[in-house]
Every structure is written in structure tokens, then in C-alpha cells.
Nanobody, 126 residues
């Protein structure tokens, strides 16, 4: 079992930055890939980015590439999502997710992940 807890959301003006964190606890001894998704009101989950178990590789959606950056902190078993140059279109609830069957880059499909956090709201004002 893996428990995921997100933090760091909030309200920011367009062009600003936020850093989201996802702390994992209670994990099994198996490694896993982690990803961030977001969901805007009335829309489906949208893949944001993923990071491998080793932290050596990352993948991003085109909509956030060059603005968002993922990192992995093994000491705290935490994944961070640094979000820069935020736009109103980035407004959503952001979720971290873990795929316990995958140590590589995570899938773009939310259904492939077996553990989810509760989500954290990010609101970008224009």
C-alpha cells in the first residue's frame, strides 16, 4: 500500500510560480513510477508529467513543457512539481499518482495508476 499526500497548491497571479509536493508513505518495497495529473472543472484527467523511480528521466505534456519541472527526493520519499510561468489555463486540481507496476516513465492514462493523492487546488488569476 502507498499513501500519497499533496501539498503546495494555492492562488497565484499569471506568470507566477508554485511548487507542489507529493509525499509517499507506507510504500511496499517495490519501486514505482510517479506522475502528476490535473483536472479542471467539467474536464477529464489530464497528464502533466511523470518521473522514473530513479528520478533520472522525466516526461511532460506539451502544454507544460519548458515551464514545469519534476524532481524526486529520496530522503523524504517526495516528488516535487515546480510550476513556473503559470497561466490561467493551468487552473485545476492537481493529483499525484503512483504506478506500482512500473519503474520507468509513467503512462499518460490515469487508469494505469493504482495509488492517488487527495488533490490540491491550483488557481491562476489573470
Amino acid at each position: 500500500q502507498v499513501q500519497l499526500v499533496e501539498s503546495g497548491g494555492g492562488l497565484v497571479q499569471a506568470g507566477g510560480s508554485l511548487r507542489l509536493s507529493c509525499a509517499a508513505s507506507g510504500r511496499s518495497t517495490n519501486p514505482y513510477a510517479m506522475a502528476w495529473f490535473r483536472q479542471a472543472p467539467g474536464k477529464e484527467y489530464e497528464f502533466v508529467g511523470s518521473i522514473t523511480w530513479s528520478g533520472g528521466n522525466t516526461d511532460y505534456a506539451d502544454s507544460v513543457k519548458d515551464r514545469f519541472a519534476l524532481s524526486r527526493d529520496y530522503a523524504g520519499n517526495t516528488v516535487h512539481l515546480q510550476m513556473n510561468s503559470l497561466k490561467p489555463a493551468d487552473t485545476a486540481v492537481y493529483y499525484c499518482a503512483a504506478d506500482s507496476s512500473n519503474v520507468g516513465l509513467g503512462s499518460y492514462h490515469s487508469s494505469d495508476y493504482d495509488y492517488w493523492g487527495q488533490g490540491t487546488q491550483v488557481t491562476v488569476s489573470s
